[in-house]
């Protein structure tokens, strides 16, 4: 168990939908990191939060964001579905801003119809 | 651009058989190497990581992989493998920016033969 937990569990949504989803950090921790992984791939880096703040960003369109918050929990919202948003989305929390280890939740299936 | 390559989508061994599942990685620096291991429908698990120092570095679950410069590559080992190491497992490296992002791999779907 890493202590880092994610809500829902799974989710279905229909396209053009939006959705959040939840993630909270391990006990310590000041980073989140967000990744999404479709089916038989590795996970994609969407983005990360440190103290708040956006810190750094992967190909994803701005239909992605989110938010942490002061107690370093953080949400994923996604709007305006799609098809290919269908994805296990993986949150990881770490201890600094750095080259630290990323220990992660055990994901929110997003299944979109 | 930073990458890594699992090469071996799928492996079969069996129960009691050693592994090696590879990894090799493009980056430009010493990098920050990590495998993780994912039961289905489940999150990552760490089972080790390589920063500095030792390039032989021992995980868990009698998990140990090399780092090798020269070669790029930081491939996993375990001399005997369980039926309960049948999972996914990923190769990261940590991205060379702020947010020292995670790259994975393909991954590489681990099969164990009674």
């Known amino acids: 168990e890493t202590g880092v937990t994610q809500s829902p569990t799974h989710l279905i949504k229909t396209r053009g939908q939006q959705v959040t989803l939840r993630c909270s950090s391990q006990?310590?921790?000041?980073?989140v990191s967000w990744y999404q992984q479709a089916l038989g791939q590795g996970p994609q880096f969407i983005f990360q939060?440190?103290?708040?703040?956006?810190?750094g960003r992967g190909n994803f369109p701005p239909r992605f964001s989110g938010l942490q918050f002061p107690n370093y929990s953080s949400e994923l919202n996604v709007n305006a579905l799609e098809l290919d948003d269908s994805a296990l989305y993986l949150c990881?929390?770490?201890?600094?801003?750095?080259?630290?280890?990323?220990?992660f939740g055990p994901g929110t299936r997003l299944t979109v119809l | 651009a930073q990458s890594v390559t699992q090469p071996d989508i799928h492996i079969t061994v069996s129960e009691g058989a050693s592994l090696e599942l590879r990894c090799n990685y493009s980056?430009?620096?010493?990098?920050?190497l990590f495998w993780y291991v994912q039961s289905p429908g489940q999150g990552l698990q760490l089972l080790l990581k390589?920063?500095?120092?030792?390039?032989l570095v021992q995980g868990i679950k009698g998990f140990e992989a090399e780092f090798k410069r020269s070669q790029s590559s930081f491939n996993l080992r375990k001399p005997s493998v369980h039926w309960s190491d049948a999972a996914e497992y990923f190769c990261?490296?940590?991205?060379?920016?702020?947010?020292?992002?995670?790259?994975f791999g393909s991954g590489t779907r681990l099969l164990v033969r009674p």
């Open positions: 990881a929390s770490s201890g600094q801003g750095g080259p630290d280890t990323q220990y």
């Open positions: 006990s310590g921790h000041n980073t």
């Open positions: 939060y440190y103290r708040e703040e956006e810190n």
């Open positions: 980056y430009g620096a010493t990098p920050y």
């Open positions: 390589y920063f500095s120092g030792d390039t």
């Open positions: 990261a490296v940590g991205a060379a920016d702020s947010s020292y992002k995670l790259i």
